[in-house]
T-cell receptor
Framework: DTEVTQTPKHLVMGMTNKKSLKCEQH?????MYWYKQKAKKPPELMFV???????INESVPSRFSPECPNSSLLNLHLHALQPEDSALYLC?????????????FGPGTRLTVT | SQELEQSPQSLIVQEGKNLTINCTSS?????LYWYKQKYGEGLIFLMM?????EEKSHEKITAKLDEKKQQSSLHITASQPSHAGIYLC???????????FGAGTILRVKS
């Protein structure tokens, strides 16, 4: 089973709201990733967690706050977002953070900021 | 990403025809990944290449990594409507599984 699940599928939020995106995998993977994909663009890496610790933060604004409560779960907390943050947010996981381990992606959360 | 050039940008082929998508980097690639995406959906993992000269096949799709590990190609034989979608190459260019993606190739298959 190579399934990564993401909830919700769609999210509409105002600029003053606080919301969270959730990602889950049960493959025993120890690395988890958040990517942002704008329309007609490739995914761009935001954060990487390895063994539940934040390993990479690609200079993402603090209005995005990741959290990894356990090895199966990854959250992305959203606060005071801007309309330009509207995008498809993709979660991925891999067995390890080292090169050579394929990353499996979830279906994404389509976020619209109004 | 300009670090990874993908071509062509889009492709329309007649069902049954073969096609090739290329992915080129100016830097050595530690790992090269091919994914397929339907618009607005997640990425589906196709293949991963690491060694220079490596070639992998799955059903009608073959991917190769050149000896210098700077260029990869994805070849589809006898294309079918189910092959339609966006093909993305992703590369790990430094230690760690931090992927940079090419701009993608939109493939349409006419039946």
């Amino acid at each position: 089973d190579t399934e990564v699940t993401q909830t919700p599928k769609h999210l509409v939020m105002g600029m003053t709201n606080k919301k969270s995106l959730k990602c889950e995998q049960h493959m025993g993977h120890r690395a988890m990733y958040w990517y942002k994909q704008k329309a007609k663009k490739p995914p761009e890496l935001m954060f990487v967690y390895s063994y539940e610790k934040l390993s990479i933060n690609e200079s993402v604004p603090s209005r995005f706050s990741p959290e990894c409560p356990n090895s199966s779960l990854l959250n992305l907390h959203l606060h005071a977002l801007q309309p330009e943050d509207s995008a498809l947010y993709l979660c991925a996981s891999s067995q390890d953070i080292s090169v050579g381990y394929e990353q499996y992606f979830g279906p994404g959360t389509r976020l619209t900021v109004t | 990403s300009q670090e990874l050039e993908q071509s062509p940008q889009s492709l329309i082929v007649q069902e049954g025809k073969n096609l090739t998508i290329n992915c080129t980097s100016s830097k050595t690639l530690y790992g090269l990944y091919w994914y397929k995406q339907k618009y607005g959906e997640g990425l589906i993992f196709l293949m991963m290449l690491q060694k220079g000269g490596e070639e992998k096949s799955h059903e009608k799709i073959t991917a190769k990594l050149d000896e210098k590990k700077q260029q990869s190609s994805l070849h589809i034989t006898a294309s079918q409507p189910s092959h339609a979608g966006i093909y993305l190459c992703g590369a790990a260019m430094e230690y760690g599984n931090k992927l940079v993606f090419g701009a993608g190739t939109i493939l349409r298959v006419k039946s």
